[in-house]
């Protein structure tokens, strides 16, 4: 079993930025991909950006530029930091780790809007 705990999410002025942590803890042998994923209010969930345990990166369009995902490997910890913020980003960003290749894991997310 593994347990996600994401941190940093928060209010921000458009323009701003944020940096969200995730921290992966618990039977974590395998871990692999590394993501994170956004679900705004009556959207469908999207995945924003994620990370090979190699440190290949994905983007998705909307965010290149502006977002960079790293991670950690002896610390088993992924980051979003998040640059030039806009409304459109706003969003409950959650943490996603598969391990062994095959088992998805969720954190519980964390909020972030941006707004003046």
């Known amino acids: 079993q593994v347990q996600l705990v994401e941190s940093g999410g928060g209010l921000v002025l458009p323009g701003g930025s944020l940096r969200l942590s995730c921290v992966a803890s618990g039977s974590i042998f395998g871990l692999d991909t590394m993501g994170w994923y956004r679900q705004a209010p009556g959207k469908e969930r999207e995945l924003v950006a994620s990370v090979t345990r190699g440190s290949s990166v994905h983007y998705v369009d909307s965010v290149k530029g502006r977002f960079t995902i790293s991670r950690d490997n002896a610390k088993k910890t992924v980051y979003l930091q998040m640059d030039s913020l806009k409304p459109g980003d706003t969003a409950v960003y959650y943490c996603?780790?598969?391990?062994?290749?095959?088992?998805?894991?969720w954190g519980p997310g964390t909020q972030v809007t941006v707004s003046s």
């Open positions: 996603n780790a598969v391990v062994l290749s095959r088992y998805n894991y």
